[in-house]
């Protein structure tokens, strides 16, 4: 039985299930986002967007979740790392959980302001979020997209940090997130 004393040096089952599903979940958000915003009206455009706000609902649930995980489970002890890596590393975390939720709230925000509801799955219909305004829809607009750009320069951040860790540094960190690994 493990000391709970001791420091953890893995992330939990549950924190590394919820990091991978959020990221796989994030990033295909993005490129069907990127995809979708480029492409004439059509059948196909609507279906790409319903699924985008599906998985940003999605995404939305998984965040608090996690959230709420992060809040009552401890992460592993921190690596040995200069203040100013550090601070790096805290920094973009709290950046990147803002952007867990500020990106699909506006998201939610502009799509009840545009007049056009999600429901989930074509099933659970959301409240709106903010009344129908068209104005205040073209305003918000660009804000969804800029933050979902400003989450995906965080990601590849965090990704090419924890590849730095790994292949440079050599000090393990990405192993505390892969599953399977003891």
Same mark, same amino acid.
Request: aromatic share 12%; proline share 8%.
């Given at each position: 039985?493990?000391?709970?004393?001791?420091?953890?040096?893995?992330?939990? $089952?549950?924190?590394?299930?919820?990091? =991978?599903?959020?990221?796989?979940?994030?990033?295909?958000?993005?490129?069907?986002?990127?995809?979708?915003?480029?492409?004439?009206?059509?059948?196909? /455009?609507?279906? &790409?967007?319903? =699924?985008?706000?599906?998985?940003?609902?999605?995404? &939305?649930?998984?965040?608090?979740? /996690?959230? $709420? =995980?992060?809040?009552?489970? /401890?992460p592993?002890?921190?690596?040995?790392?200069?203040?100013?890596? /550090?601070?790096?590393?805290?920094?973009?975390?709290?950046?990147?959980?803002?952007?867990?939720?500020?990106?699909?709230?506006?998201?939610?925000?502009?799509?009840?302001?545009?007049?056009?509801?999600?429901?989930?799955?074509?099933?659970?219909?959301?409240?709106?979020?903010?009344?129908?305004? @068209?104005?205040?829809?073209?305003?918000?607009?660009? =804000?969804?997209?800029?933050?979902?750009?400003?989450?995906?320069?965080?990601?590849? &951040?965090?990704?090419?940090?924890?590849l @730095?860790?790994?292949?440079?540094?050599?000090?393990?960190?990405?192993?505390?997130?892969?599953?399977?690994?003891?």
């Amino acid at each position: 039985m493990p000391n709970a004393s001791l420091p953890r040096h893995r992330y939990t $089952l549950t924190a590394i299930a919820l990091h =991978w599903l959020l990221a796989v979940l994030i990033i295909g958000t993005f490129l069907v986002g990127w995809q979708m915003s480029g492409m004439p009206f059509s059948p196909q /455009r609507l279906k &790409l967007y319903n =699924w985008h706000k599906w998985a940003g609902s999605v995404i &939305l649930a998984l965040s608090a979740l /996690r959230l $709420l =995980w992060r809040l009552f489970n /401890r992460p592993p002890a921190d690596l040995p790392m200069s203040p100013v890596q /550090r601070l790096a590393a805290h920094a973009t975390h709290h950046l990147l959980y803002l952007l867990f939720f500020a990106v699909p709230l506006v998201g939610w925000a502009y799509s009840s302001a545009a007049g056009f509801p999600i429901v989930v799955f074509g099933l659970v219909p959301l409240p709106d979020f903010v009344p129908v305004d @068209k104005a205040l829809a073209a305003a918000i607009k660009p =804000w969804h997209g800029w933050l979902a750009y400003s989450l995906a320069v965080l990601v590849v &951040l965090h990704v090419a940090a924890a590849l @730095k860790h790994h292949f440079i540094d050599r000090d393990g960190l990405l192993h505390r997130m892969v599953p399977g690994r003891a």
